[in-house]
T-cell receptor
Framework: EAGVAQSPRYKIIEKRQSVAFWCNPI?????LYWYQQILGQGPKLLIQ????????DSQLPKDRFSAERLKGVDSTLKIQPAKLEDSAVYLC????????????FGPGTRLTVL | TQLLEQSPQFLSIQEGENLTVYCNSS?????LQWYRQEPGEGPVLLVT?????EVKKLKRLTFQFGDARKDSSLHITAAQPGDTGLYLC???????????FGKGTKLSVKP
């Protein structure tokens, strides 16, 4: 069974530029999560989707971050404009809707903002 | 706000030694998970504990959930270099059952 796929794996941009990350969850997983992991910290949930609807985006900085999951499968997370403090690993995870406690993570995208 | 404190933050040991890492909170969690994360990879789920006092074993790893479901420990027997990584605990909380992660324990096992 294929795992969670993410791209790109690495991205370097300058502050005030825009960037987008892509995630393809495990087939059949209705719930998709985006996390931000700053160096030395544990992952922090940014947004949770159930199919194509947002369940929780309380920790998403909505002035610069946006995410969508239009067809209920793939998802895109965008940052516009990026700030230095956005440098982090962005992890995508997915789970069955009935098992939010069992999440499978992708390899992440390491973003460096210069 | 539910928080998980992990200790120690860093641990460097020799191959063959035993170790225990801790995950503590003032909040009750319905379940608690342990993940291991290697550099450049996402976290990989090791175990989920649900019942207070529960003990689960995974080869040389022993996981325990506190009776009050506020804390957990991970014990590794005879550590090997392949055990090196970041060990994260995560509790299930919030209205959507979301995971709340601790900051992790960075383990280095030297041959």
């Amino acid at each position: 069974e294929a795992g969670v796929a993410q791209s790109p794996r690495y991205k370097i941009i300058e502050k005030r530029q825009s960037v987008a990350f892509w995630c393809n969850p495990i087939s059949g997983h209705a719930t998709l999560y985006w996390y931000q992991q700053i160096l030395g910290q544990g992952p922090k949930l940014l947004i949770q989707f159930q199919n194509n609807g947002v369940v929780d985006d309380s920790q998403l900085p909505k002035d610069r971050f946006s995410a969508e999951r239009l067809k209920g499968v793939d998802s895109t997370l965008k940052i516009q404009p990026a700030k230095l403090e956005d440098s982090a690993v962005y992890l995508c995870a997915s789970s069955l809707a009935s098992r939010p406690d069992t999440q499978y993570f992708g390899p992440g995208t390491r973003l460096t903002v210069l | 706000t539910q928080l998980l404190e992990q200790s120690p933050q860093f641990l460097s040991i020799q191959e063959g030694e035993n170790l225990t890492v801790y995950c503590n909170s003032s909040s009750v969690f319905s379940s608690l998970q342990w993940y291991r994360q290697e550099p450049g990879e996402g976290p990989v789920l090791l175990v989920t504990v649900v019942t207070g006092g529960e003990v689960k074993k995974l080869k040389r790893l022993t996981f325990q959930f506190g009776d009050a479901r506020k804390d957990s420990s991970l014990h590794i027997t005879a550590a090997q270099p392949g055990d090196t990584g970041l060990y994260l605990c995560a509790g299930t909380g919030g209205s959507q059952g979301n995971l709340i992660f601790g900051k992790g324990t960075k383990l280095s096992v030297k041959p």
